[in-house]
């Protein structure tokens, strides 16, 4: 505590989950599940720093996970593998006083930088922090009803495509069990080897449905005993999160990925979800832009800022990054699993 501004330890405080469930910016990536999955994959200790007392209600945070690293550097990131973690604080005075205290916290325990990842205006006031990479946060409303939302997709390459899938007669299977996350992470390893990236741990996955229960769904569509497409969704209050997507390339011409977001677009207005979170896409990307775009969502900026920002150490960032693209091109694709498993703890 310095000031009065503490810091919490989200896993222990018995306080998060009620602030998370009520706070209104909070997302399924402040919730204490996503949290344990990130600490028992990859070693990260999240933690929070607020204004409230220990012996008070929480009404204000910012959320953190410490990446001790001796490859990528130690620093604090709000989140890591997370598409936006918004400051859970009402107003600019809040926010002001927590970057203060954060920075004599980040200066004491020597860690390189601050990292956080968010669609909010407050930042832009904070000349503490400044733009490292922009990209766009896609989001469906699914408050109108089914037959409005279905008119409202591209009618060639959505709505086509969901008629073309359902007349293939693939099969489709929704749950948690080890059948289907084996076969769903069977087509990440194949999707990520097509890119000549390395697939999540197997572990990740694991974690996530073991932490995070019935608020998380696996998708796949199955053409005889063969998975050909897979999709992973989170729920939190009323938002259903499109996470992970993967498919085998020889069975594209099928349309089951558009298949299965239209199910789970069903299953989230049958459960009273009020949108569909598509998360976020490189400015680059155009065609994953595009094709969240023909869905009918709207787009949002979303902003990646750090403090403080040393040039040199970006520029060095970026040449491991793409030396570490062109090692992949051309490691066997069982290198690229083991990759994987030693590489992400060091990239968040």
């Given at each position: 505590?310095?000031?009065?501004?503490?810091?919490?330890?989200?896993?222990?405080?018995?306080?998060?989950?009620?602030?998370?469930?009520?706070?209104?910016?909070?997302?399924?990536?402040?919730?204490?599940?996503?949290?344990?999955a990130l600490r028992d994959t990859y070693g990260y200790e999240?933690?929070?720093?607020?204004?409230?007392?220990?012996?008070?209600?929480?009404?204000?945070?910012?959320?953190?996970?410490?990446?001790s690293s001796w490859l990528t550097r130690s620093r604090l990131v709000s989140l890591p593998f997370t598409d936006h973690c918004e400051p859970l604080v009402d107003n600019n005075e809040q926010l002001r006083t927590l970057y203060g205290y954060l920075e004599t916290?980040?200066?004491?325990?020597?860690?390189?930088?601050?990292?956080?990842?968010?669609?909010?205006?407050?930042?832009?006031?904070?000349?503490?922090?400044k733009k490292c990479a922009v990209y766009h946060w896609h989001r469906l409303d699914l408050r109108p009803d089914l037959d409005t939302l279905y008119k409202g997709f591209h009618k060639d390459c959505i709505r086509r495509r969901i008629c073309h899938a359902e007349r293939q007669g693939l099969t489709y299977e929704e749950g948690r069990?080890?059948?289907?996350?084996?076969?769903?992470?069977?087509?990440?390893?194949l999707m990520r080897g097509?890119?000549?990236?390395?697939?999540?741990?197997?572990?990740?996955?694991?974690?996530?449905?073991?932490?995070?229960?019935k608020d998380v769904s696996i998708r796949v569509a199955f053409r005889g005993d063969r998975p050909v497409a897979g999709i992973l969704t989170m729920d939190h209050r009323k938002t259903m999160y499109y996470?992970?997507?993967?498919?085998?390339?020889?069975?594209?011409?099928?349309?089951?990925?558009?298949?299965?977001?239209?199910?789970?677009?069903?299953?989230?207005?049958?459960?009273?979800?009020?949108?569909?979170?598509?998360?976020?896409?490189?400015?680059?990307?155009?065609?994953?832009?595009?094709?969240?775009?023909?869905?009918?969502?709207?787009r949002t900026q979303l902003?990646?800022?750090?403090?403080?920002?040393?040039?040199?150490?970006l520029s060095f960032e970026r040449l491991q990054m793409r030396l570490a693209r062109i090692v992949c091109t051309y490691a066997p694709h069982k290198m690229l699993i083991l990759a994987g498993r030693l590489m992400y703890r060091h990239v968040g």
């Open positions: 505590m310095s000031d009065n501004v503490w810091t919490i330890h989200p896993l222990s405080d018995h306080r998060w989950s009620e602030f998370v469930e009520k706070h209104a910016n909070a997302s399924v990536f402040h919730t204490i599940g996503w949290l344990t999240p933690i929070a720093i607020t204004t409230s007392p220990p012996s008070e209600q929480l009404t204000n945070a910012l959320l953190f996970c410490v990446v916290l980040r200066t004491t325990r020597q860690w390189t930088y601050t990292e956080m990842r968010t669609s909010g205006a407050m930042l832009d006031a904070e000349e503490r922090f069990n080890n059948f289907l996350l084996r076969s769903f992470y069977s087509l990440v390893v097509r890119k000549k990236l390395p697939p999540q741990p197997f572990e990740w996955f694991q974690h996530l449905i073991a932490s995070m229960g996470k992970y997507g993967a498919s085998d390339a020889q069975f594209h011409h099928l349309g089951a990925i558009p298949m299965l977001l239209w199910q789970a677009i069903r299953e989230a207005k049958s459960a009273g979800l009020v949108e569909l979170d598509l998360g976020r896409s490189n400015v680059e990307d155009r065609g994953l832009i595009m094709f969240k775009e023909r869905w009918g969502a709207r902003t990646l800022w750090r403090n403080p920002v040393d040039e040199a150490s």
